[in-house]
């Protein structure tokens, strides 16, 4: 899939037109218009492409990895709350020691993954114990 394809993809999802679009990342209308059919974009479009809808500008670029720029201090709380919640369920007191392993773990999948799966969990919990 090409940049421009990316860039289509993300346009529909999130149900803007293009002129909206093109607009907003300070580029003519006809200049999106090529992009999606194809032509490459500078990287100053995709940078403003990017910063402007949220978007990694390393999927743009590749295909490769998620298409969202969640923050990493969005992604570590996720991981320490997810690590906290497992650990306390049976009703024991949580060691710092075992919250920062499996935190840790989960951080590193979620990173690579976006989200994880309660089975996931339990395989990464086993591991790190």
């Given amino acids: 899939m090409s940049i ?18 093109a ?20 990287a100053s479009a995709i940078l403003a492409f990017s910063q402007v809808y949220g978007v990694s500008a390393n999927w743009l670029l590749t295909g490769e990895g998620r298409p969202d ?19 306390s369920r049976g009703g024991d007191d949580v060691e710092q020691d075992a919250l920062i392993k499996l935190g840790g773990a989960l951080f590193q999948y979620l ?18 114990a």
């Fill in 4 to 21: 421009g394809a990316r860039f289509l993809e993300i346009r529909k999802a999130k149900g803007l037109k293009q002129t909206d679009v």
């Fill in 69 to 87: 720029t969640e923050s990493l201090d969005s992604i570590y709380a996720r991981s320490i709350a997810t690590a906290w919640a497992f650990l």
């Fill in 111 to 128: 990173l690579e993954h976006g989200e994880i799966s309660p089975a996931m969990s339990e395989k990464i919990f086993a591991l790190s």
């Fill in 23 to 42: 607009e907003a990342i300070g580029i003519s209308h006809g200049a999106l218009v090529n992009y999606e059919k194809g032509r490459e974009p500078p």
